[in-house]
């Protein structure tokens, strides 16, 4: 008995058989559906990138370490005062950490008000500075050059700008600065804990509708060391109240601790 293949075989129907070329039929159809969805994919990448915030424009410079001679202040973050001619009252003022997470006050103490020498890696955004130490204490600089080069002149007068409610996020410098990118939001909260935690200074960064940003030293209102109690507070959008005052370049914010509102 002869079995007539033809009866149920379509031949002239398109196969595809991995190992030979794709053929022309299946080939217009696909094309199309794979133009279409790789435009689809570019325009979701594009929204969604869209809506991210910047990370900035910060820099972290380990390939050159600079020496910078100040007017050291320990307390209640560590931070050097360093004559600049092109910053407010010509000082420029740089929040002094550590390496990792870890704040500076363990090779400052005893030299509040003194002239030192610094040596270290700067991390800048926005004309906001932190110097990283590289593990050398900072060095006293001898009575006769302090005396000839520097002088109280360099710690400017605050001035008091009022008090005001402010909303914004509570960020760690070193990393906000550049060290980390993104340095702030809900996907850095863990880190800039840490950072905190480990005596890195916080600071309060406040945006307008114009994503142009403020940034506050962050104190209590006698002028302490933000309190671990407060810790929960990094990272999240809040809202809080607190005495201004401007110090040269640098903006503090003395806050009231019993005025702290989350908005999330």
Known sequence: MMIDDGANTTHDR??????????????????????????LVLAVAAVLAGQQRSPGDGTWDTSHALTLTGVLEAEPYPMLRV?????????????????SKAGAQPMVQGMDGQVVDVHGYVIERDGRRVLELDGAHPQPVSPREA????????????QDLGTHVLVGEIVDPKCYLGAMKPGDGKPHKVCATLCIRGGIPPVFVVRDTAG????????????????????????????????????GDLLVLFADLDRFERLD
């Open 212 to 247: 142009r940003t403020a940034a506050y030293l962050l104190l209590t209102a006698d002028g302490s060391a933000l309190p671990a109690s407060h810790f929960s507070y990094i990272a999240d959008p809040i809202r809080l109240t607190g005495r201004i005052e401007r110090r």
């Open 14 to 39: 398109p196969f595809y058989v991995g190992y030979l070329p794709l053929p022309p039929a299946i080939r217009r159809f696909l094309l199309p559906w794979l133009i279409a969805n790789g435009v």
């Open 147 to 158: 005396q000839a080069s520097f002088d109280r002149a360099y710690l400017p007068e605050p």
């Open 83 to 99: 004559p600049d001619p092109d910053a407010p009252d010509g000082v420029a003022t740089y929040l002094l950490v550590q390496q």
